[in-house]
């Protein structure tokens, strides 16, 4: 049976054996609370598994469901490419180098893009090295 390969290899996260164990205690006719209870874990957690296994699969219950939400890029790759030429740039007068925030604003400000976070800033750059 897979949720005793799980349990027993000791291969996988403690979320994916722990929510193994309340499909097998499940399976041995346990109740919510005392599964909960030998598991540490919420009530509301082991119902939600339960009904993950039930309504859509084995998977899901396991691994838990993948986000659906989209996340659409702040800036796409001519945008990146003028960050990163920015930032390549010498700072403004007076600083001795571009900090996070002046790079989002001077993109702003050369409406590159209507606005622009310090964080986009800095995961762009990160990716780029």
């Not at 193994?20 to 919510?32: E, F, I, Y």
């Not at 790759?77 to 007068?93: D, H, M, N």
């Amino acid at each position: 049976m897979e949720v005793k390969k799980i349990i027993s290899s000791g291969k996988h996260s403690a979320r994916k054996i722990r929510r193994a164990c309340v499909l097998l205690k499940a399976d041995k006719g346990w109740t919510d609370k005392k599964i909960s209870e030998a598991a540490d874990i919420s009530r509301p957690q082991v119902e939600r598994i339960r009904k993950q296994f039930v309504e859509e699969s084995f998977e899901t219950a396991i691994n838990g469901r993948k986000s659906r939400r989209e996340y659409k890029r702040k800036l796409d790759g001519k945008q990146e490419a003028q960050l990163i030429t920015l930032a390549c740039s010498e700072s403004p007068e007076g600083t001795t180098r571009w900090t996070l925030k002046m790079l989002a604003d001077k993109m702003v400000q050369l409406e590159y893009v209507e606005n622009l976070s310090s964080e986009t800033v800095r995961r762009t750059l990160k990716k780029t090295s």
